[in-house]
């Protein structure tokens, strides 16, 4: 079994227990010597610490014959990290070469299951690893962007990270390092809550030079119900305002803002509407028949499914929303710059990239946990529905 130095967290194997599956040499030398991160919020290897090395067709657990021949004696060492730290992908080891690629385990489809390349070898994939956190952590090689903020800050350590990962891989990572690069430091376009009173502190102006000229909408206190009375909240849609049309949600702008209670007051009571549906504010219409609705008193901003009759958490106020619908705008573009290669064939790698950048900027959708489920999340992951 292998063994895991608690002072440091650093998972390492014996020789024997490398035997006969490991042959590559500095593959061999790295297991037995500086070893796996057991700390690392991008992977994890609690399996190959609790179980030892074990291959993708003992994994299975299935007939050998229904797995292709490349992946059956690939070695599973652990696993690619999603939000909450919930495992996704398994990582794997090619015990023969050193290189490092992932895989869904699909017990009951093993001949449907593919690798897609992930490091030329452990120490790379250690390396780019650490750097990964250390942006997170904004220590490290990134301690220096620690209380900067904006596009500046983003493009500097995009480009930071981005030849960390094309450093060890003849200028080309694979898909997965390099939409880390482009998206995960988005979470550093707003500083953290400062002078709004709100979670966030947008760049001035962020969401008219995102959106265009003209399509940014701003309120007066006239169009504010009285049950709005969180004043950051109020504060935020006179100044900083939202999108009209941000492709997933359309503000209400042709009349003025209304509550729940209000917006439904011509249906005759057919609609059943939650409890204090006075002090829920709409702010305009999510697709799916969803609303999304701010609490007056608080500042909190909802999912109010109206076919479920039920409200959701969504965002933590009206700055990480701002956030929400910045990040996905600024997802598109930077997909449509690259010929759509973030959305080919890796949608899921994507999606879970970018639900780490939100988790990060506003917990709520971690914190919903299976308590209820969370539009965001849901709509990130969706690929039919094309969100990303």
């Not at 500097?156 to 960390?164: G, Y």
């Not at 119900?225 to 109020?234: I, K, N, Q």
């Not at 639900?355 to 969706?382: C, E, I, K, M, N």
Request: hydrophobic residues 40%.
């Amino acid at each position: 079994m292998s063994t895991t130095d608690a002072a440091s967290a650093v998972i390492t194997l014996t020789e024997s227990e490398l035997d006969p599956w490991v042959t590559h040499a500095s593959t061999r030398h790295w297991l037995t010597g500086p070893g796996l991160p057991g700390d690392s919020g991008v992977l994890s290897f609690a399996e190959l610490d609790r179980e030892g090395l074990r291959t993708v067709a003992d994994s299975t657990g299935g007939p050998e014959d229904r797995l292709s021949a490349e992946l059956r004696e690939q070695l599973v060492i652990g696993g690619l990290l999603g939000p909450g730290g919930l495992e996704t992908e398994s990582v794997l080891l090619d015990g023969a070469t050193g290189e490092i690629s992932t895989t869904y385990v699909l017990h009951d489809r093993p001949d449907l299951m593919d690798r897609r390349p992930l490091a030329p070898s452990l120490r790379t994939l250690v390396r780019f690893a650490e750097a990964t956190d250390e942006l997170a952590g904004l220590r490290g090689q990134f301690a220096s962007y620690a209380g900067r903020f904006g596009p500046k800050a983003v493009a500097e350590a995009s480009q930071h990270l981005l030849a960390v990962f094309r450093d060890g891989t003849d200028g080309e990572p694979a898909p997965f390092w390099k939409m880390a690069a482009l998206i995960r430091p988005l979470s550093l376009i707003a500083g953290r809550g400062g002078t709004s009173g709100l979670s966030l502190d947008l760049p001035h102006r962020l969401l008219d030079q995102e959106f265009g000229p003209g399509k940014v909408a701003r309120f007066e206190d006239v169009d504010f119900p009285a049950t709005l009375t969180h004043e950051p909240t109020r504060r935020f849609l006179r100044e900083v305002g939202l999108p009209e049309d941000a492709h997933v949600f359309s503000l209400d702008t042709d009349v003025p803002l209304a509550t729940l209670a209000e917006y439904y007051a011509d249906t005759d009571g057919r609609t059943e509407l939650p409890s204090g549906a006075h002090r829920l504010i709409r702010l305009g219409h999510l697709v799916e028949d969803n609303s999304l609705v701010v609490d007056g008193a608080t500042g909190a901003v909802l999912n109010w499914c109206e076919p479920e009759a039920t409200l959701y958490p969504l965002n933590t106020d009206v700055s990480t929303l701002a956030f929400t619908l910045w990040l996905l705008h600024r997802e598109r573009a930077i997909d449509a710059q690259s010929d759509h290669e973030l959305t080919t064939d890796t949608y899921d790698q994507l999606a879970m990239t970018m639900l780490q950048v939100l988790s990060a900027v506003d917990p709520t959708g971690v914190t919903a946990g299976t308590s209820g489920r969370h539009y965001w999340t849901d709509a990130f992951q969706d690929e039919a529905g094309g969100v990303l």
